[in-house]
C-alpha cells in the first residue's frame, strides 16, 4: 500500500492499472481524514491573532446587528442572547420602564443616531467579550475542529460529483466500470491536496499573516508572474498536478489518450470559472446585505 501511495504520484497510469479489479478506498479515506484534522486543524493555530480577531469582529458584527434590530422594533421587549440563555423574564414594569426611557431618548435625539449608538454599544460589548484571551483560544478550537470537517465535507461532495461525471463518460466509452470504481478513482487522483494541506501549514509557521483565502495564489503559476485575475489564480501547481493524475488513470482505464485528457480537463473548465464566480457572488451579497441593513436600521 506504501508503494500505491508513493506511485500515485510518481506513477499514477501504473498504480491505476492496479486498480482495474477493486479500487481500496478504505486506506486513502483513513489518509485525508487524519491529515485533515492535523493540518487543516492545525491551521487554526498557526494563522495570526489579528485573522482571528477578524472572525470575532464578524461574530460581534452579527450579534450586534440582531440585537439592536430586535430591541429598536420592539422597545417595549428588550431581547439579549443573555436573556435567552438564562430564561430570563422581564415584567411589565420592567417593560414600560424600557419603553417610556427609549420614547425619551427618541425625542431628544433623531431616530438613526439611536439606532447607531445602541449598534455601536452592543457591538462594543460583544468585542470585548470575544478578544478576551480565553475567547480567542476558544476561537482557536472551534476552527481547528469545524475547519477539517467542512474541508472534509467538500472533498466528499467534490467526489460524488467526480464519480457521477466519470460513470457517465465512462459508459459513453463502454469501458464497465461501476460508480463504487469511479468514486474509488476521484479519492485516489485528489490525493495532491494532502501534501498541499501540509505545505500550507509550513507557509504559515513563517508567515502566519498569510490569509487563508490568498494561500491558493502563492502556489498559482499565474500569480508568479503578475496575473491577479481570480480564475487564474485557482489555477494552482495541486490543481495542476490532480490533472495530470486524473489524466494518466483515464488513459489507463480507457486506453485513450486524447479522449482521457479531455475528459480529464473538462471538470476543472466549469469548476474554476464557476468557484471564482461565486466568491464575487458572496462578495456581492455581502455588500448588498450591509447596505440592505443601514436601510433597514434607519427606518426603526
Not at 492496479?18 to 494563522?47: C, D, M
Not at 425619551?104 to 438613526?112: G, K, L, P
Not at 494532502?194 to 490568498?214: G, H, Q, T, Y
Request: proline share 5%.
Amino acid at each position: 500500500m506504501k508503494e500505491q501511495f508513493l506511485g500515485i504520484f510518481l506513477f499514477p497510469g501504473a498504480v491505476f492499472s492496479t486498480f482495474k479489479e477493486k479500487v481500496p478506498v478504505f486506506p486513502v479515506l483513513i489518509t485525508y481524514t487524519v491529515a485533515a484534522f492535523i493540518f487543516v486543524g492545525l491551521s487554526a493555530f498557526l494563522i495570526s491573532d489579528e485573522q482571528i480577531v477578524e472572525l470575532q469582529e464578524t461574530q460581534a458584527d452579527g450579534i450586534a446587528r440582531i440585537q439592536a434590530m430586535l430591541q429598536r422594533s420592539s422597545p417595549a421587549f428588550p431581547v439579549s442572547f443573555e436573556d435567552f440563555e438564562s430564561g430570563q423574564e422581564i415584567t411589565l414594569e420592567e417593560s414600560e420602564e424600557e419603553f417610556n426611557k427609549v420614547i425619551a431618548e427618541d425625542t431628544e435625539h433623531d431616530q438613526e443616531s439611536n439606532f447607531q449608538e445602541l449598534y455601536d454599544t452592543i457591538y462594543a460589548e460583544q468585542l470585548e467579550k470575544l478578544t478576551t484571551p480565553d475567547a480567542m483560544f476558544t476561537a482557536r478550537i472551534l476552527e481547528a475542529i469545524f475547519n477539517p470537517v467542512f474541508a472534509l465535507c467538500g472533498l466528499a461532495l467534490g467526489c460524488v460529483l467526480l464519480a457521477t461525471y466519470y460513470l457517465i463518460v465512462g459508459n459513453m466509452l463502454s469501458t464497465q466500470y461501476g460508480w463504487s470504481q469511479w468514486f474509488g478513482f476521484s479519492l485516489w487522483s485528489l490525493l495532491p491536496i494532502v501534501p498541499f494541506w501540509l505545505v500550507a501549514d509550513a507557509v504559515w509557521v513563517f508567515n502566519s499573516s498569510i490569509r487563508p483565502e490568498n494561500m491558493e495564489s502563492l502556489f498559482s503559476p499565474f500569480s508568479w508572474i503578475g496575473i491577479d485575475q481570480a480564475i487564474c489564480g485557482a489555477i494552482t501547481l495541486p490543481l495542476i498536478y490532480t490533472i495530470y493524475i486524473q489524466f494518466r488513470g483515464l488513459q489507463s482505464w480507457t486506453n485513450s489518450t486524447i479522449p482521457s485528457l479531455l475528459l480529464a480537463l473538462l471538470p476543472w473548465v466549469i469548476y474554476v470559472p464557476l468557484t471564482a464566480g461565486l466568491f464575487e457572488l458572496v462578495e456581492f451579497l455581502n455588500q448588498l446585505g450591509n447596505q440592505s441593513f443601514e436601510e433597514m436600521s434607519s427606518k426603526l
